[in-house]
T-cell receptor, first 115, second 116 residues
Framework: GAVVSQHPSRVICKSGTSVKIECRSL??????MFWYRQFPKQSLMLMAT?????????EQGVEKDKFLINHASLTLSTLTVTSAHPEDSSFYIC???????????FGPGTRLTVL | DQQVKQNSPSLSVQEGRISILNCDYT??????FLWYKKYPAEGPTFLIS?????DKNEDGRFTVFLNKSAKHLSLHIVPSQPGDSAVYFC???????????????FGKGTHLIIQP
């Protein structure tokens, strides 16, 4: 159990377009999901905390108008990178916190390349 | 300011021997610590965790030790196997003191290489 999926696994887009990434907990409910970003050979950096039915909480330095997060159900959170630029190219990973448990389960990640 | 530090970018260990990966933290609010294994272009895979009320947790070949006074934890893998070659991330959260739903703060990772 505790499977988290992400879609798409990789996306290439033109500068200025918007990209939506989905994160789903497949076999458990997740009141809270997290979005991380990893640049090459760097650590995973927490971008925002997504809570079902309420606004996301963003980490310092992360633009909430650029990275739109929607957590509409207990199994789905989406991250939309608006007006993407080459510097947004990164590996985006979500995780889901199983309700009532302390462990975060990670998705497989989405490789975003902005041309 | 890096709150979770893994000072060894890489570690090479012979197959069958013990691998010891180290992690230091600075935030005294952290009360829950985790180790993840990660391959390139994949999400992290949870290995083992420990809460601050314990000083040791063991799961098969993996043991995590926590020294709260030194703000140090380590992951021991014994015996090391070729399939253990990956990047290992130490992560921490203020889970219990922070209300139970906290994002993780990751170290930069240690690339473990198991040599046959």
């Amino acid at each position: 159990g505790a499977v988290v999926s992400q879609h798409p696994s990789r996306v290439i887009c033109k500068s200025g377009t918007s990209v939506k990434i989905e994160c789903r907990s497949l076999d458990f409910q997740a009141t809270t999901m997290f979005w991380y970003r990893q640049f090459p050979k760097q650590s995973l950096m927490l971008m925002a905390t997504s809570n079902e039915g309420s606004k996301a909480t963003y980490e310092q330095g992360v633009e909430k108008d650029k990275f739109l997060i929607n957590h509409a159900s207990l199994t789905l959170s989406t991250l939309t990178v608006t007006s993407a630029h080459p510097e947004d190219s990164s590996f985006y990973i979500c995780s889901a916190l199983r309700t009532g448990r302390g462990e975060q389960f990670f998705g497989p990640g989405t490789r975003l390349t902005v041309l | 300011d890096q709150q979770v530090k893994q000072n060894s970018p890489s570690l090479s260990v012979q197959e069958g021997r013990i691998s010891i990966l180290n992690c230091d933290y600075t935030n005294s609010m952290f009360d829950y610590f985790l180790w993840y294994k990660k391959y390139p272009a994949e999400g992290p895979t949870f290995l083992i965790s420990i809460s601050s009320i314990k000083d040791k947790n063991e799961d098969g070949r993996f043991t995590v030790f926590l020294n709260k006074s030194a703000k140090h934890l380590s992951l021991h893998i014994v015996p090391s196997q070729p399939g253990d070659s990956a990047v290992y991330f130490c992560a921490a959260s203020a889970q219990f003191s922070g209300g139970g739903a906290d994002g993780l703060t990751f170290g930069k990772g240690t690339h473990l290489i198991i040599q046959p």
